[in-house]
Structure formats: structure tokens, C-alpha cells
């Protein structure tokens, strides 16, 4: 298996599905001569040409609803966002007509569309650059929301997210984007969504977390297991809604504690929506009140040492998983 | 960068010089009042029109309007819900547009929607229906007034969202282009929509590309309550067009005959030259922007029986089509009686329909969850279900 980055690993997902299936397109900010702004699609424009990788002017409330259009016809456009922060210029697009069109048409129309793009703080770009939209999309009936934490992931669920019938938003992280790992370069490799990935089998307590705060969570399991001899589950979401809520039970049944992690701010947030299911499936297995590390609950801030204390790292998850154990 | 977008240029002339006349070759026009009055029986869209065609024209726009009363009846009685916009006054727009179209042309309009509904086929008992919130609707109950769609019939909604519709309309010309069709969308919208940020957008991506759109503007002179001088700076409103180089007209919508002409011109120079064009049609709605207005706040009932009285698009043209001598007085009433009839039966069939059950809330949301075998995903999809009626 070569050894590839996040990055690279999308652009094989994109590549391999562009060549798959005439109606997948590519359009977005400097995606194609740039190579787009995190070079994700390097050496695309070459390959496909420039009908299939589409550079567009900054109108993301026009070229998002260009390709919802596009795909109410049925061709299969993946919407790529300099920043996932800059969807909310699109908002009316993803989440009135993307969204809602199957439902309103009764079925008649379906939107076959990736939404992708980075959305992730940690960068000092402040805060209109660093929103984790994840939990409102995942709030919308009729969108999907996934979030790769690996370069393997990265390819296997942008390419299941291509071949989706339904609109799917993919959240990846310029901070992963560099990130090497092995991946198949098989041209069907494919994880479907909603499989939650049990990264560290443990007994003492299930750290649940999605993006990059899996790596985080790890780290911290690795040093709970050194330090302080505790055996720590790791699982990677991996993806939003749908949810593998079976693999979240299982796990909590048998560990019987709960430390849900995210960077996602804390209020409505993707751990409150776990918490409230492991609480009203589970709570008879809890052994302690579910915890949750998320990003500190203020706008993203520039300065360094600000939004160092402001995104969750390994000590918080390694102090709040002793506070139940 | 020889790209696709920028190719399939037209001549220079045909997208500029807007103001100039003779340095414009395109069959647009700019100003609908100063010309000297045009026949436009006599233009070649016309002209050729069998006698059938031009019944079927009348009949169309009747149709509409019988629909629109027994809907307003309906709802008045209670049996329809939340925003009923009646298009009763305009109806030679969507008809003579939609009678312009060919097979490869698409349309999508906003949430003023039945008179393009039935316009391009659909029919009125799936029309009353969703008006009623029934599991016979066109929607199934799931989007109402403003929201039909017939994707079978090229008809690609009804969107309640001002002006969402038209970066929609913008990806089906986009689509068409892209898969080599010679065809156009029809992207209908209000006066008051043109000042949505994401209409600009779109018409600088339309004429960048290149792409086969053609914006309607029904300017029936209001925003709800706020007429077009309160909420518009700088006339006509298709002008904003010139700032993307996009060719625009204004012409007028009560003749059913001019609005063939003016979309047919348009669809031939999208077929032809794979460009955008805006149209603004000056039109009027006879009743309250939705039934919910009164209707008493913003102009007068004598600027109402005025348009009605000179502008009538039905009148009009019956007037028109009895002078050629295509039909009879006679024959137009009978024309209004099956009308009225199918509108009668429409909201029986409707009344007697069945209501969607509560399960069917959980349908149509995703393909795959309606599709379980299959789907490709695991996970759960709902987190909470209606509650069962036991
Ligand atoms: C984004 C948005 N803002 C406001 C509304 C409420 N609204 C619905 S129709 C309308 C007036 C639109 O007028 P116009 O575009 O001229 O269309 P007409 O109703 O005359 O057909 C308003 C303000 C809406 N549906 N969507
Ligand atoms: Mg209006």
C-alpha cells in the first residue's frame, strides 16, 4: 500500500471518480489553475481539462446553486470550499434548496452533490475562517455530514460520498491535509458512511470524537494507558448523520464511561446530540455523568496563545477522562 | 487558458452597446412603451400558429385563472393552508413563454407557480391536491403552493425563497451545455427578486460562461406592498443586464402574442449562441401578493379595474382570436365552462383524496433511506420518529 498524504488522498478519491463517471465535475475557487488553495486538486486541470475542473469567480451563493441545478439534472458536481467558513454566503443553497428539494418534490428530484472543503480552527486565520459547521448541517434533515480523520478515510468516504444519491458535506482540516498514512490504491476502495471506526479497543473508558480531535484523543489514550494504567477506547465517528450509533452503545456497555471530544463549540454541539442517545439507550451501563471536551465557547481567536487554550488538546481530554475514572 | 467558458463567444456586437441601435444585432428590445404599435400576430412566432394552437392558448390561460378562483374558494373555505400567491392576472406570461419552449428547454420559477404548472402540462387535480396538503398532490402533500415540480415536464419548481431560484435556473442551463443539448432554461422571477445579491452572481456566471439562461422578470410592479419605484433604484430592471454584457428587453405580458415573440427570439439566440439574456415582462397581479394581503395599503382599486379593464390578457386575446375570426363567443364560453368544470372536479378530487399518513413524514427526505436495499451507507440516518398514533 503507498504511503500518501491526506491531501493526496483526496485527490486520488476525485481523480478516480472523475474518470469513473462523466458527470462528476469539480468546480470552485482556484481549484483548477491555482491547483486549488490547499493544492488539492494539483494536477487535475491538466488531466480532465476545463470542463470537468471548473474554476469559479467568489460567488459561492451562485456556483453552489449552479451545481444544486446541476444535479437536480442529474450530473454530480463536487462543490469544493476555499473554507468551509465561507459556505454561509451559500447558506439559502445547501440548506433551502440541496436539502430540501427531494422532500418538497416529493421524491420526483434528487440532488446527487458533494459540498467539501476545509473547517477547522487551529490556524490563526481568526474567526471568520475557523467555523466547524458540522453540527448545523448534521441539524438539517436531507444533508449528510462526514468528517475523514485519516488519508485512507479520506479517500474511501469522498469517493462514497461521490457515488451518494443524496447531498453530501465533506469537513476536512488544512491541519490534516499534510498528514501521511497508508492507502489503497485500489480504484474501489470505498468506506461507506456512518461506520464509526474503533481506532484503540479499551476497557476503562470510550473517548468518542470526530476530525482531528480523533488524534488528539488518541494521544491523550496513549499517555492514560502510560501514566496512569488506563485502558482507553477510542472511536472515530468518522461520519455525522447518519451515525453509528450501534458502535457508540457497544462501546459504552462495555467501558460503562464517556468522553465525547470534539473541536466543535460545546452549545448544540455534536457531543450534545451523542450524549442525550448514550443517556436514553445506554443508562443503566453508565457508571459516571457522560463528559465532554470541546473547543472553548467564545469566536475563534487569532492570537497563537489564545487559540491555543481555545482548542482542546491531549492534558484537557487526559484531565477530564480522570475526572470519571 | 482556452477554456470551454470563454469560447463559444458570440460577435462583439451582440453584447455591447447596449444604448446604440444600429450597432446591436440582437432581436431584443429595449423599450416597450415608445415604439409604434406592433402586430404582433404578424410576427413570424405567430403567424404560422394553426388555429388549434392558438385555442389551446386561450384555453390555457382560462384554465389558469378558473384553477386560481377555485383554489381562492378553497381556501377561503378552509381546506388550504399557509400562502396561496395567485398568479390571476399574469397567466399570458407562463403560457405564452412555456408555449415557446422545445423539447431540450427547462424551466423554474419561484413561488407564484400554478399558472407555470399547468402551463407546461401538469394536472390540475395534482395541483389542487397539494394545494390541499394531500398524498395525491404532485409533491404529496410535502411542498404546496409553492412548491410543485414536474422534472418530467421539464419543470423544475415552484422556490419559496426570493430569488433562490436563480442560481438553480443557472446550473440547468450549466447542465445542459455541459451534456452538448441545444436547449435553454426559462428562470422566472419577480420584480422584487431582482434585488437578491445571488441574481448577480448569477448573471456574471451566466455571461462568463456562456451559459443558455434565460431570466424572466414578471414585473407586476410590487414586492408585496412595496412598488417597484420604493424598491429599485435605476430603470428598467433588465438594464442591470448591460453591467455583464447580457442582452435585455422590455417588453410587455398582457399580449400572449408578444410574449411569444419575445421568447421565442430569446430561446433561438440561447439555441444559437449559447447566451443569457434578461427579460423583463411588465405584467400585474390582480389580487393580494398572497391571499393572506388585504390589499389596501399600497394602491388603489382604480389602478386595479384600470389594468383589468385596458389589459385583461384573457380578454385580449379572445377579443384578438374572435376578430381573426378563429373563434366564436360561443365556443370561448364553453371553453370557460370545462374550465370551470375541471376546476370544480379538481377540488373534489381533492377534497376527497386521502391525507398523507404521519409515517409518510420520514419519506423523501434522503434517496437512500428510500431505497434501504440499496443503499450503501450504515448508520442511523432519524433521530426521532412521529409518535405512533397507538
Ligand atoms: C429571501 C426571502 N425574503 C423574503 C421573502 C418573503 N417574500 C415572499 S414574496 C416577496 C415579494 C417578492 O416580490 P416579487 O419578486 O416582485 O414577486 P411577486 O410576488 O410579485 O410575484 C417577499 C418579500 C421570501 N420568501 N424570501
Ligand atoms: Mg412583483
Same mark, same amino acid.
Given at each position: 500500500?503507498?504511503?500518501?498524504?491526506?491531501?493526496?488522498?483526496?485527490?486520488?478519491?476525485?481523480?478516480?471518480?472523475?474518470?469513473?463517471?462523466?458527470?462528476?465535475?469539480?468546480?470552485?475557487?482556484?481549484?483548477?489553475?491555482?491547483?486549488?488553495?490547499?493544492?488539492?486538486?494539483?494536477?487535475?486541470?491538466?488531466?480532465?481539462?476545463?470542463?470537468?475542473?471548473?474554476?469559479?469567480?467568489?460567488?459561492?451563493?451562485?456556483?453552489?446553486?449552479?451545481?444544486?441545478?446541476?444535479?437536480?439534472?442529474?450530473?454530480?458536481?463536487?462543490?469544493?470550499?476555499?473554507?468551509?467558513?465561507?459556505?454561509?454566503?451559500?447558506?439559502?443553497?445547501?440548506?433551502?434548496?440541496?436539502?430540501?428539494?427531494?422532500?418538497?418534490?416529493?421524491?420526483?428530484?434528487?440532488?446527487?452533490?458533494?459540498?467539501?472543503?476545509?473547517?477547522?480552527?487551529?490556524?490563526?486565520?481568526?474567526?471568520?475562517?475557523?467555523?466547524?459547521?458540522?453540527?448545523?448541517?448534521?441539524?438539517?434533515?436531507?444533508?449528510?455530514?462526514?468528517?475523514?480523520?485519516? &488519508?485512507? @478515510?479520506?479517500?474511501?468516504? %469522498?469517493? !462514497?460520498?461521490?457515488?451518494? *444519491?443524496?447531498?453530501?458535506? +465533506?469537513? #476536512? /482540516?488544512?491541519?490534516?491535509?499534510?498528514?501521511?498514512?497508508?492507502?489503497?490504491?485500489?480504484?474501489?476502495?470505498?468506506?461507506?458512511?456512518?461506520?464509526?471506526?474503533?481506532?484503540?479497543?479499551?476497557?476503562?473508558?470510550?473517548?468518542?470524537?470526530?476530525?482531528?480531535?480523533?488524534?488528539?484523543?488518541?494521544?491523550?489514550?496513549?499517555?492514560?494507558?502510560?501514566?496512569?494504567?488506563?485502558?482507553?477506547?477510542?472511536?472515530?465517528?468518522?461520519?455525522?448523520? &447518519?451515525? @453509528?450509533?450501534?458502535?457508540? %452503545?457497544? !462501546?459504552?456497555?462495555?467501558? *460503562?464511561?464517556?468522553?465525547? +471530544?470534539? #473541536? /466543535?463549540?460545546?452549545?448544540?454541539?455534536?457531543?450534545?446530540?451523542?450524549?442525550?442517545?448514550?443517556?436514553?439507550?445506554?443508562?443503566?451501563?453508565?457508571?459516571?455523568?457522560?463528559?465532554?471536551?470541546?473547543?472553548?465557547?467564545?469566536?475563534?481567536?487569532?492570537?497563537?496563545?489564545?487559540?491555543?487554550?481555545?482548542?482542546?488538546?491531549?492534558?484537557?481530554?487526559?484531565?477530564?477522562?480522570?475526572?470519571?475514572? | 487558458?482556452?477554456?470551454?467558458?470563454?469560447?463559444?463567444?458570440?460577435?462583439?456586437?451582440?453584447?455591447?452597446?447596449?444604448?446604440?441601435?444600429?450597432?446591436?444585432?440582437?432581436?431584443?428590445?429595449?423599450?416597450?412603451?415608445?415604439?409604434?404599435?406592433?402586430?404582433?400576430?404578424?410576427?413570424?412566432?405567430?403567424?404560422?400558429?394553426?388555429?388549434?394552437?392558438?385555442?389551446?392558448?386561450?384555453?390555457?390561460?382560462?384554465?389558469?385563472?378558473?384553477?386560481?378562483?377555485?383554489?381562492?374558494?378553497?381556501?377561503?373555505?378552509?381546506?388550504?393552508?399557509?400562502?396561496?400567491?395567485?398568479?390571476?392576472?399574469?397567466?399570458?406570461?407562463?403560457?405564452?413563454?412555456?408555449?415557446?419552449?422545445?423539447?431540450?428547454?427547462?424551466?423554474?420559477?419561484?413561488?407564484?407557480?400554478?399558472?407555470?404548472?399547468?402551463?407546461?402540462?401538469?394536472?390540475?387535480?395534482?395541483?389542487?391536491?397539494?394545494?390541499?396538503?394531500?398524498?395525491?398532490?404532485?409533491?404529496?402533500?410535502?411542498?404546496?403552493?409553492?412548491?410543485?415540480?414536474?422534472?418530467?415536464?421539464?419543470?423544475?419548481?415552484?422556490?419559496?425563497?426570493?430569488?433562490?431560484?436563480?442560481?438553480?435556473?443557472?446550473?440547468?442551463?450549466?447542465?445542459?451545455?455541459?451534456?452538448?443539448?441545444?436547449?435553454?432554461?426559462?428562470?422566472?422571477?419577480?420584480?422584487?427578486?431582482?434585488?437578491?445579491?445571488?441574481?448577480?452572481?448569477?448573471?456574471?456566471?451566466?455571461?462568463?460562461?456562456?451559459?443558455?439562461?434565460?431570466?424572466?422578470?414578471?414585473?407586476?410592479?410590487?414586492?408585496?406592498?412595496?412598488?417597484?419605484?420604493?424598491?429599485?433604484?435605476?430603470?428598467?430592471?433588465?438594464?442591470?443586464?448591460?453591467?455583464?454584457?447580457?442582452?435585455?428587453?422590455?417588453?410587455?405580458?398582457?399580449?400572449?402574442?408578444?410574449?411569444?415573440?419575445?421568447?421565442?427570439?430569446?430561446?433561438?439566440?440561447?439555441?444559437?449562441?449559447?447566451?443569457?439574456?434578461?427579460?423583463?415582462?411588465?405584467?400585474?397581479?390582480?389580487?393580494?401578493?398572497?391571499?393572506?394581503?388585504?390589499?389596501?395599503?399600497?394602491?388603489?382599486?382604480?389602478?386595479?379595474?384600470?389594468?383589468?379593464?385596458?389589459?385583461?390578457?384573457?380578454?385580449?386575446?379572445?377579443?384578438?382570436?374572435?376578430?381573426?375570426?378563429?373563434?366564436?363567443?360561443?365556443?370561448?364560453?364553453?371553453?370557460?365552462?370545462?374550465?370551470?368544470?375541471?376546476?370544480?372536479?379538481?377540488?373534489?378530487?381533492?377534497?376527497?383524496?386521502?391525507?398523507?399518513?404521519?409515517?409518510?413524514?420520514?419519506?423523501?427526505?434522503?434517496?437512500?433511506?428510500?431505497?434501504?436495499?440499496?443503499?450503501?451507507?450504515?448508520?442511523?440516518?432519524?433521530?426521532?420518529?412521529?409518535?405512533?398514533?397507538?
Amino acid at each position: 500500500m503507498a504511503i500518501i498524504t491526506y491531501r493526496e488522498a483526496l485527490n486520488q478519491a476525485l481523480s478516480e471518480e472523475i474518470e469513473r463517471d462523466e458527470n462528476v465535475i469539480l468546480l470552485g475557487e482556484e481549484v483548477a489553475q491555482f491547483k486549488g488553495s490547499y493544492k488539492v486538486s494539483e494536477g487535475m486541470l491538466e488531466r480532465y481539462g476545463p470542463k470537468k475542473i471548473i474554476d469559479t469567480p467568489i460567488s459561492e451563493a451562485a456556483f453552489s446553486g449552479l451545481a444544486v441545478g446541476a444535479a437536480m439534472m442529474g450530473m454530480r458536481p463536487v462543490v469544493e470550499f476555499m473554507f468551509w467558513s465561507f459556505c454561509y454566503v451559500a447558506f439559502d443553497q445547501i440548506f433551502n434548496n440541496a436539502a430540501s428539494v427531494r422532500y418538497m418534490s416529493g421524491g420526483l428530484i434528487n440532488v446527487p452533490i458533494v459540498f467539501r472543503g476545509p473547517a477547522n480552527g487551529g490556524t490563526n486565520v481568526g474567526a471568520t475562517h475557523s467555523h466547524t459547521p458540522e453540527n448545523f448541517i448534521a441539524n438539517t434533515p436531507g444533508l449528510k455530514v462526514i468528517c475523514p480523520s485519516t &488519508p485512507a @478515510d479520506a479517500k474511501g468516504m %469522498l469517493k !462514497s460520498a461521490i457515488r451518494d *444519491n443524496d447531498p453530501v458535506c +465533506v469537513m #476536512e /482540516n488544512t491541519i490534516l491535509y499534510n498528514m501521511k498514512d497508508e492507502v489503497p490504491e485500489d480504484n474501489e476502495f470505498l468506506i461507506p458512511l456512518g461506520k464509526a471506526n474503533v481506532l484503540r479497543e479499551g476497557t476503562d473508558i470510550s473517548i468518542i470524537a470526530h476530525g482531528k480531535a480523533v488524534h488528539t484523543s488518541l494521544e491523550a489514550a496513549s499517555v492514560l494507558e502510560e501514566k496512569h494504567n488506563i485502558n482507553a477506547e477510542v472511536i472515530d465517528l468518522r461520519s455525522i448523520r &447518519p451515525l @453509528d450509533v450501534e458502535t457508540i %452503545l457497544q !462501546s459504552v456497555k462495555k467501558t *460503562n464511561r464517556v468522553l465525547l +471530544v470534539e #473541536e /466543535n463549540k460545546p452549545f448544540c454541539g455534536v457531543g450534545a446530540q451523542i450524549s442525550y442517545l448514550i443517556q436514553d439507550q445506554a443508562f443503566d451501563f453508565l457508571d459516571a455523568p457522560i463528559k465532554r471536551v470541546s473547543a472553548v465557547d467564545a469566536p475563534q481567536a487569532y492570537s497563537k496563545a489564545l487559540e491555543n487554550a481555545q482548542i482542546p488538546d491531549h492534558n484537557c481530554v487526559i484531565a477530564s477522562a480522570l475526572t470519571i475514572l | 487558458m482556452e477554456g470551454l467558458y470563454h469560447d463559444a463567444t458570440p460577435e462583439e456586437s451582440d453584447v455591447t452597446n447596449k444604448n446604440d441601435p444600429d450597432s446591436n444585432s440582437s432581436t431584443l428590445k429595449h423599450d416597450s412603451s415608445s415604439k409604434t404599435e406592433v402586430n404582433f400576430a404578424q410576427s413570424e412566432c405567430n403567424i404560422n400558429l394553426s388555429s388549434s394552437a392558438k385555442v389551446d392558448l386561450l384555453t390555457q390561460m382560462i384554465r389558469i385563472r378558473r384553477f386560481e378562483e377555485r383554489s381562492l374558494r378553497a381556501y377561503q373555505q378552509g381546506h388550504i393552508g399557509g400562502f396561496l400567491h395567485l398568479y390571476i392576472g399574469q397567466e399570458a406570461v407562463a403560457v405564452g413563454s412555456v408555449s415557446a419552449m422545445g423539447q431540450d428547454d427547462h424551466i423554474i420559477t419561484a413561488y407564484r407557480d400554478h399558472g407555470h404548472a399547468l402551463a407546461v402540462g401538469m394536472d390540475m387535480d395534482e395541483c389542487m391536491a397539494e394545494l390541499f396538503g394531500k398524498k395525491t398532490g404532485c409533491s404529496k402533500g410535502k411542498g404546496g403552493s409553492m412548491h410543485f415540480f414536474a422534472p418530467d415536464k421539464n419543470f423544475w419548481g415552484g422556490h419559496g425563497i426570493v430569488g433562490g431560484q436563480t442560481p438553480l435556473g443557472l446550473g440547468m442551463a450549466f447542465a445542459l451545455k455541459q451534456s452538448g443539448k441545444k436547449g435553454a432554461c426559462l428562470c422566472y422571477m419577480g420584480d422584487g427578486a431582482t434585488n437578491q445579491g445571488p441574481f448577480y452572481e448569477s448573471l456574471n456566471l451566466a455571461s462568463l460562461w456562456n451559459l443558455p439562461v434565460i431570466y424572466i422578470i414578471e414585473n407586476n410592479g410590487y414586492s408585496m406592498g412595496t412598488a417597484e419605484s420604493r424598491h429599485s433604484a435605476g430603470e428598467p430592471l433588465a438594464r442591470r443586464g448591460e453591467a455583464f454584457d447580457i442582452d435585455w428587453s422590455v417588453t410587455e405580458g398582457h399580449n400572449v402574442y408578444e410574449v411569444r415573440e419575445t421568447i421565442t427570439n430569446a430561446l433561438e439566440q440561447a439555441h444559437k449562441d449559447c447566451r443569457p439574456s434578461v427579460l423583463e415582462i411588465n405584467t400585474y397581479r390582480y389580487r393580494g401578493h398572497s391571499v393572506a394581503d388585504p390589499d389596501q395599503t399600497y394602491r388603489s382599486k382604480e389602478e386595479i379595474e384600470e389594468y383589468k379593464k385596458n389589459k385583461d390578457p384573457i380578454s385580449i386575446f379572445k377579443d384578438q382570436l374572435v376578430q381573426e375570426g378563429v373563434i366564436t363567443d360561443e365556443q370561448v364560453a364553453e371553453i370557460d365552462v370545462k374550465a370551470k368544470d375541471e376546476a370544480e372536479a379538481s377540488a373534489e378530487f381533492a377534497l376527497a383524496s386521502p391525507f398523507p399518513d404521519p409515517t409518510e413524514l420520514m419519506d423523501d427526505i434522503y434517496w437512500e433511506t428510500d431505497n434501504p436495499g440499496k443503499s450503501k451507507s450504515e448508520g442511523t440516518m432519524f433521530f426521532e420518529f412521529p409518535k405512533s398514533n397507538s
